[in-house]
């Protein structure tokens, strides 16, 4: 069953853009990936390569040193790493963290930190969770105080997502704790030569072995006031929310890559792999299965095709994103499950992609919102 997963928003320069993303996964990402599993970070250079060529912040405006182009550009980029099993490069999170300066930040702010990302100079953190506050960002506890014209900030965070390479990390405090949402900022931190920030372990996870993820301290780390993102107290928990959509999206469309990618090598595998005298493709067991996981991809396309396109016109909504993180990580892990089971004993080998995809699945339907805060955001929108 040889399917061709075509894209609504697909174009002739979007095919020539994704055969470049195609060739640097391939030449620069997949060689190093076992290197990069084992010392948990693909690595400064990499993202140095990727900014040379353009392929960072390709949806910021050319103005602030970006690409110039829109989220299907950066979507490519996404879909090619994940449909080879490739999670250790976080520039989704990086382009997050470009999009928060973009949309809430200053001038100042764009015009200091935007052309660094762009190059790879700078490699963007986001520091949200802590280690007792998940997915309530109102019980943080992290602190920052006002003392003349700077801040200081005192708290830990973990699971940071670029926490180990990160040149900038934008740090969601409270600068007053006594105002619930609204007492919720975020501040710019510098990591280089910055006194009282100290990265701690790179986690030890289930899955995303390349992926570095972290744990930040920060004792008594000084920043300017000038560092407040978009230089305005309070903002914090309005500039987060505002966001939501173009970062679960992403997630969405990671999954469906990832299905795609999980789909192609497993009808690769049974149509060589032979059992009872013939490929195991024959089998009518083996049949059902695909056309089952076939039939979710195509009905997950055409879903996930319609919130791009929502977004490029600007009218996804908090909900609808929701529903496509929510929906796209779940039948991500049904998937990859299905797909598993096809490959046998060779399906629970970390040599083959589709082990890595299973294990780097689960967290899909726990970051950015997990799939039980995503159906509470779903049920107050009916």
């Given amino acids: 069953m040889a399917l061709t997963f075509t894209r609504s928003w697909a174009d002739e320069d979007l095919d020539r853009w994704r055969d470049t993303c195609s060739r640097f996964v391939e030449q620069e990402l997949e060689p190093g990936d076992e290197a990069a599993r084992q010392r948990g970070n693909v690595g400064k250079d ?35 790493c994940s449909r080879r ?5 976080g520039n989704s999170v990086h382009t997050i963290v470009a999009h928060y300066f973009l949309n809430h930040g200053t001038e100042e702010q764009r015009q200091r930190y935007l052309p660094r990302m762009a190059r790879g100079e700078l490699v963007g953190a986001i520091a949200m969770t802590e280690p007792g506050t998940g997915s309530d960002l109102q019980g943080i506890r992290t602190r920052a105080e006002k003392q003349g014209d700077h801040f200081v900030i005192n708290g830990s965070k973990t699971f940071i997502t670029n926490g180990f390479l990160a ?18 900022s975020i501040l710019i931190v510098e990591t280089e030569h910055c006194e009282g920030f100290r990265v701690g372990r790179v986690l030890d996870k289930m899955g995303m072995k390349s992926q570095d993820t972290s744990e930040l301290f920060f004792d008594n780390v000084t920043v300017p006031a000038a560092n407040l993102l978009g230089g305005q107290v309070g ?73 791009v396109e929502s977004l490029l016109a600007g009218k996804l909504d908090t909900a609808t994103a929701s529903m496509a993180k929510l929906w796209g990580s779940e039948a991500q892990g049904r998937v990859l499950d299905e797909c598993l089971q096809l490959f046998g004993g060779y399906g629970f080998m970390n040599e083959y992609m589709i082990a890595r995809m299973y294990a780097d699945a689960r967290v899909q339907r726990i970051y950015g919102g997990t799939s039980e805060i995503m159906k509470e955001v779903i049920s107050r929108a009916l």
């Fill in 85 to 89: 099993g490739l999670s250790g490069w």
């Fill in 46 to 80: 990499l993202w140095l390569k990727a900014g040379e060529l353009g392929l960072l912040c390709t949806d910021i405006p050319e103005t602030w040193g970006g690409g110039g182009g829109d989220f299907r550009h950066e979507a490519v980029i996404y879909e090619e």
């Fill in 167 to 184: 040149g900038v990390v934008l740090v969601v405090c409270k600068t007053d704790p006594t105002q619930g949402a609204r007492g919720t």
């Fill in 235 to 307: 903002q914090g928990f309005y500039q987060l929310m505002g966001d939501l959509p173009y970062e679960r999206l992403i997630i969405g469309v990671t999954a469906l890559a990832c299905m795609e990618g999980a789909y192609e090598a497993t009808l690769d595998y049974v149509r060589e792999r032979k059992a009872f005298g013939k490929p195991i493709a024959d089998l009518q067991n083996t049949r059902f299965k695909l056309a089952e996981v076939a039939t979710q991809i195509q009905v997950g396309r055409a879903f996930i095709d319609r919130c």
